[in-house]
């Protein structure tokens, strides 16, 4: 996609048939009615009075009156095929023209999606898809928290009471001696019932979506371990906390040691702690191989599904692309290698992990993915059971039909829809901005075809469990679809004022938010995965139905936009559906101290929003607002101050493990953790615009 203005004169290839013209414009084309074509603007559109929406797909559409009187147009797309009839190309002065003469005029919300955390030489750079850059669209949210803050200064005694815990605690540091690192790796496992519990939870939630390992050959290292643990090697015993650390997110209940008083939580950050410090330790075997470049995805799952370090996920997944590609994974192995069909086969899975790991951080970031489209040729995975894949396989393994549920399938169909979703990611996040509607209806036409292709995976003689697996893997396939399409769409969804493309995108981000929500409710409803785990899209789909509302009820509301004050009904369900997120991110906070930006940001946007669309009850909406932060807060304080009588030390004794004299560990704990998704790197960088956060000292 090349979205950098061009000349506007257009460039007929010989021997290519041009475009057959629209025959519709788009206004005509969603009345059904029947179009007289003309330019700048059809004569039905001319006599509704509705003569300046009037837009052709294609590109055509009205010249803008600086076209008319021959400068510099600012859009280079729908008025430019018009344009170019009579308008010599553009010149080098043109081209080279400042930022604000180039882009066009409703991009300027665009502008404002991103932002560039700035200290000196310090950045921080967040970009158009991250999702907390919402909150800019409601103008009138910095006024609503000063309110409320100047309402309730119990608030700014509470950031001060969590502001003041220290974040000195344990750290591993390196050890050379493999037997002692082992030794420590060994002594952390868990207890072979609450790994029995933890691993299978991996396989059934986790490795039918990231696939790492050969379940049936990591199943029988597994056995091979509790039958002899002492001869387990180190390098299977740090995959094997990751496996565990990635399966307690989802059960913050289990007792994990009943003689200690850690959580959950903690002991998950312990394993990874120890994992990652085995990874970089010189006992390591060398990082071209297959089961280290395993163990460094495992890691970054394990650290997603416990919100370790997720200011730097984005950084991390693109040192492992690059690792990988240093490895050659992003090549097809040709026939003339001498690989055996199995390892080809889990190079294509290992693959297509990391990708989707780079290509998940980069849409939550807002940056660019570390790969393109054009850097790899590595082919899809087979949709095949890895029990049809044995390591002494000879020959090519027969793929079967996705409509047969495997444990590739999901990443199977993922693959699928890789490119659209690489496009989207490029499109949003790139650096070249124009309102291009013509490539948001095409790339909307391959998302939606990627979601016809999802398989229902009905068996009715398959047992609760097969039937819950396949109602997972159709339901995440559907969120992380339905979450591009959101980002797709808010380009022109925050148009002002509004028009007839910005009412088409803000429908299909409405549906898209809702079926977001709705497939989260129903995974939590069915048990399948617990509140915690509910992230992909969650604070991202909350958000926009907010917006829809405020963009109905707050200062920019219009005839054109006022689509749901005809049923009040639709309003007060949408509310409530967006309170249901407070709900899965309060649980979230409680069980791993994380989600605490979102929160605020989410609760204070629910208050504005509930008075501008019920001003009588105004006052009530803003105490309901006050009382949710300051609840989350009083929890987080009693949490914390546990936390400092029990100061989270390890036993002394065990081998591998010092306290760090460093007051900065080398990874960060449940504190600095919280402290640093409060402060400067999460939350800090809208006290330069906005002050919408209490944790600003």
């Not at 997603?304 to 097809?332: D, K, P």
């Not at 169909?413 to 979703?421: A, F, G, I, K």
């Not at 409530?576 to 979102?598: C, D, H, P, Y």
Request: hydrophobic content about 35%; glycine content about 4%.
């Amino acid at each position: 996609m090349n979205r950098v203005p061009t000349s506007s004169r257009r460039v007929v290839k010989p021997g290519v048939k041009r475009r057959r013209p629209p025959l519709a414009c788009i206004q005509c084309y969603q009345r059904k009615l029947k179009c007289g074509r003309e330019l700048p603007s059809c004569s039905r559109c001319s006599k509704a009075g509705i003569a300046d929406e009037c837009t052709y797909r294609g590109g055509r559409g009205p010249p803008s009156s600086t076209e008319v009187n021959g400068t510099d147009s600012s859009s280079g797309t729908a008025d430019a095929v018009t344009e170019s009839l009579r308008a010599p190309a553009l010149s080098v002065a043109a081209v080279g023209a400042s930022e604000s003469e180039r882009r066009p005029a409703s991009s300027d919300g665009q502008a404002k999606m991103a932002h560039l955390d700035e200290h000196e030489t310090v950045t921080k750079f967040y970009g158009y898809s991250y999702p907390l850059n919402f909150y800019q669209q409601f103008t009138e949210l910095r006024p609503y928290i000063i309110q409320i803050k100047t309402d309730n200064p119990s608030i700014n005694a509470l950031r001060d009471d969590i502001y003041s815990v220290p974040t000195h605690r344990y750290r591993y540091l390196p050890v050379t001696q493999d037997t002692a690192l082992g030794d420590t790796l060994r002594q952390l496992i868990p207890k072979k019932p609450i790994a029995d519990a933890l691993v299978q939870t991996y396989i059934d939630r986790f490795e039918i979506v990231h696939r790492v390992f050969d379940i049936p050959a990591f199943i029988t290292a597994y056995n091979n371990h509790w039958a002899n643990p002492l001869c387990t090697q180190a390098s299977f015993l740090s995959q094997l906390l990751l496996v565990v650390a990635t399966a307690a997110s989802f059960h913050s209940g289990i007792s994990i040691d009943v003689d200690s008083s850690k959580t959950v939580h903690d002991h998950a950050l312990a394993w990874v702690d120890a994992a990652e410090t085995w990874l970089g330790s010189p006992a390591n075997p060398s990082s071209r191989s297959s089961d280290n470049l395993a163990s460094h995805c495992l890691l970054l799952i394990a650290k997603r599904a416990n919100y370790i370090q997720e200011g730097s996920f984005w950084t991390q997944t693109g040192a492992l692309v690059r690792r990988a590609m240093a490895a050659g994974y992003h090549r097809e192995a040709t026939s003339t290698v001498k690989m055996s069909p199995y390892y080809r086969e889990m190079r294509r899975r290992l693959w297509m992990t990391i990708i989707e790991l780079d290509l998940q951080a980069s849409i939550e970031r807002g940056m660019p993915t570390n790969v393109r489209i054009g850097d790899f040729n590595t082919i899809s995975p087979l949709n095949i059971d890895d029990d049809k894949l044995p390591n002494s396989i000879q020959d090519s393994p027969k793929d079967v039909p996705l409509t047969t549920l495997t444990n590739t399938s999901f990443q199977v169909l993922l693959y699928r829809s890789l490119p659209v979703r690489l496009k989207i990611c490029a499109f949003v996040n790139g650096c070249c901005e124009q309102d291009d509607f013509d490539q948001v209806l095409q790339l909307e036409g391959e998302l939606g075809q990627a979601l016809q292709d999802i398989p229902e995976w009905t068996n009715p003689q398959a047992d609760p469990r097969q039937q819950q697996t396949a109602m997972y893997l159709a339901s995440l396939l559907r969120i992380v679809l339905h979450q591009y399409a959101i980002v797709l769409h808010i380009q022109f969804s925050i148009q002002v004022p509004p028009s007839s493309k910005s009412a088409i995108c803000r429908r299909a981000r409405l549906e898209a938010s809702m079926k977001i929500l709705d497939l989260h409710q129903k995974l939590l409803y069915d048990e399948i995965i617990p509140a915690q785990a509910c992230r992909t899209g969650l604070v991202l789909a909350a958000l926009n139905i907010c917006h829809e509302i405020y963009m109905n009820f707050g200062p920019h509301s219009s005839e054109h936009s006022a689509t749901m004050t005809i049923f009040p009904e639709i309003s007060t369900f949408l509310i409530a559906t967006a309170e249901q997120v407070l709900q899965m991110l309060e649980t979230r906070i409680s069980e791993t101290l994380k989600g605490l930006n979102e929160y605020y940001i989410l609760s204070m946007t629910i208050g504005l929003v509930k008075s501008k669309l019920w001003p009588e009850s105004s006052a009530k909406s803003d105490k309901e607002a006050a009382d949710r932060v300051t609840r989350i807060c009083t929890i987080l304080q009693t949490l914390l101050a546990t936390i400092r009588q029990k100061n989270l030390l390890l036993d002394p004794g065990l081998p591998g493990l010092e306290l760090s004299e460093d007051p900065s560990p080398l990874l960060p704990d449940s504190i600095t953790e919280l402290l640093s998704s409060m402060l400067p790197q999460d939350m800090g960088f809208i006290n330069n615009n906005l002050d919408v956060t209490f944790f600003h000292m």
